[in-house]
């Protein structure tokens, strides 16, 4: 268990750093710069023309390392298993690609407006029918739901997979708002799969060991260059991937809603973007936040992009903490 998860943590954290050193030049080289929103904070467009597409630095090493490990994993214990965290890295990956069409649909344009929200989100809704399709026809996924804190596991009979559709679309996107500064998608994620590191050892569950080290590692590993001021952005083909896997990582344990609560910074900007949205229309231009997401509104109260992402980051490990005693089966 301690070598599986060592292993893939510490090889994804190498591959992701070598890799990013090699493909950054590469993407400049193709000029595929950021494009920053004129609406956007001021100080940002400093940022213009900063490498994106930098997500599939962990995309390859993930992947790679993953596959490797489960492999031999396998060739270990013959557990049929292990298919399931292989069908949710092949749901993370789905993602990525969703992601990529919409980070080249940028370049193609010239501007930071990608696919339209409406084809961004059929996209996401079909892979995200199809995984639980999947899961459902290979045993790994029921109607029932485990409800973290009250300890109690209900039949959703059908409405489940209207929930966990609403709930991983929902979470994906919400990690894809998160990677709006430096540092910060990376950050949390680190710190989200280090709880499901600690879950994974306390369930001695090897394959969530190897899913959850690779995708700490990758995190670290891209944080190398992402960190502030950041050298390269993960663009969408990375949040959405490591949002996707993160989702379906807590499927692994069996616990899809224990997402919400280790990952309530995630979706805190999600509901931020909402409310600002719906009382805009509501108030006729007034404003809830100075800017929506909310790591912009702090950024606006003055914050530093360090400090947005220390606090964020330290929230998410409290949270984290919380449910790793309270909330778990």
Request: proline share 2%; net charge positive.
């Amino acid at each position: 268990m301690t070598l599986f998860y060592i292993g893939s943590l510490i090889s994804t954290f190498v591959l992701t750093a070598v890799i990013l050193r090699f493909l950054i030049p590469y993407l400049k080289s193709k000029k595929m710069g950021q494009k920053i929103l004129e609406i956007g904070p001021r100080w940002h467009k400093s940022k213009e023309g900063t490498p994106t597409m930098g997500g599939l630095s962990f995309l390859i090493a993930i992947s790679l390392v993953c596959a490797t490990l489960l492999t031999v994993l396998y060739a270990q214990t013959k557990d049929n298993s292990l298919l399931f965290p292989v069908i949710c890295l092949i749901f993370a990956v789905l993602n990525a690609v969703i992601g990529m069409i919409d980070d080249r649909t940028k370049f193609a344009k010239n501007k930071n407006e990608g696919l339209l929200s409406w084809q961004k989100y059929l996209l996401q809704l079909i892979v995200t029918i199809l995984f639980l399709a999947v899961s459902t026809h290979f045993n790994f996924v029921n109607t029932y739901i485990y409800i973290p804190f009250v300890d109690k596991i209900v039949n959703l009979g059908f409405f489940y997979y209207i929930l966990t559709t609403i709930l991983i679309t929902g979470v994906v996107n919400s990690v894809n708002l998160a990677d709006g500064i430096d540092g910060l998608a990376a950050s949390e994620t680190a710190v989200v799969a280090a709880f499901f590191s600690a879950a994974a050892f306390k369930y001695r569950y090897e394959s969530l060991g190897i899913i959850s080290g690779s995708t700490l590692g990758g995190c670290l590993g891209f944080l190398v260059y992402n960190f502030y001021p950041a050298r390269v952005f993960m663009g969408d083909t990375g949040s959405l991937f490591l949002g996707a896997l993160v989702t379906s990582t807590a499927f692994m344990i069996f616990n899809p809603l224990i997402i919400v609560i280790c990952g309530f910074m995630y979706v805190l900007e999600a509901i931020s973007d909402i409310l600002q949205v719906g009382y805009f229309k509501l108030t006729h231009g007034k404003r809830l936040f100075k800017m929506a997401p909310i790591h912009h509104h702090f950024e606006k109260c003055g914050w530093s992009e360090i400090k947005v992402v220390t606090v964020f980051s330290g929230v998410t490990l409290v949270l984290c903490v919380i449910s790793y005693f309270f909330g778990l089966l």
